[in-house]
């Protein structure tokens, strides 16, 4: 069936460093998806990226989609205890666009 | 505004039983997806409704059924229990049509034992 790979698939940053996660799929997407998981929560919604090259931000998070749109990231700049939980990439069907496939998830830990 | 809401919270059940679990969507939305998420792992896609009916459906067997009722709220019932049943079931809402965003339930924390 259809994947998106995550890495990595922990990370532990010190507070006020930085972190990325990388998503990457083996076909195009029409688009890629972002959330959030809190531990002991349920997924949060935090971005769509639809174009070639597009590049988002939202406070100290950038989002960026590739150019071959097969590949995506999640940057956070200068970590905060807030972000800790799990970064999900979510990508849609080709053969559907309203069905999600998950990535395995990036858990990130920061350490104050 | 509330947003989407799914019952019950945990649940217990020994290996041969039935399940349903209940999700209502957020308010003005009209699809109900349903996902598995076992421990350390990214949700798995069950099946959609839409209009009453099941749109799509992911790779899961056929003890996994639902429906979705007229005020668009939705079950999920799973049949003959299994082991590796256990997981967090989470319901997501959305508006239908492509690329929507979809908004999460808390979930239902299944156990089978």
């Known amino acids: 069936g259809q994947q998106v790979m995550q890495i990595p698939q922990y990370q532990h940053v010190q507070e006020g460093e930085d972190f990325t996660t990388y998503c990457n799929s083996s076909t195009t997407l029409s688009n890629i998806q972002w959330y959030k998981q809190r531990p002991g929560g349920h997924p949060v919604f935090l971005i769509q990226l639809v174009k070639s090259g597009e590049v988002k931000k939202q406070k100290r998070l950038t989002f960026q989609f590739g150019e071959a749109k097969k590949n995506s990231s999640l940057h956070i700049t200068a970590t905060q205890t807030t972000d800790v939980g799990t970064y999900f990439c979510a990508a849609p069907s080709r053969l559907t666009g309203n069905q999600f496939y998950f990535g395995t998830g990036t858990s990130l830990t920061v350490i104050p | 505004d509330a947003g989407v809401t799914q019952s019950p919270t945990h649940l217990i059940k020994t290996r041969g039983q039935q399940v349903t679990l209940r999700c209502s969507p957020k308010?003005?939305?009209?699809?109900v997806s349903w996902y598995q998420q076992a421990l350390g792992q990214g949700p798995q896609f069950i099946f959609q409704?839409?209009?009453?009916?099941?749109?799509q459906r992911g790779n899961f067997p056929d003890r996994f059924s639902g429906h979705q009722f007229p005020n668009y709220s939705s079950e999920l019932n799973v049949n003959a229990l299994l082991l590796g049943d256990s997981a967090l079931y989470l319901c997501?809402?959305?508006?239908?049509?492509?690329?929507?965003?979809?908004?999460f339930g808390d979930g239902t924390r299944l156990s089978i034992l």
């Open positions: 308010s003005g939305h009209d699809t």
């Open positions: 997501a809402s959305s508006l239908w049509g492509l690329n929507q965003p979809q908004h």
């Open positions: 409704y839409y209009e009453e009916e099941e749109r």
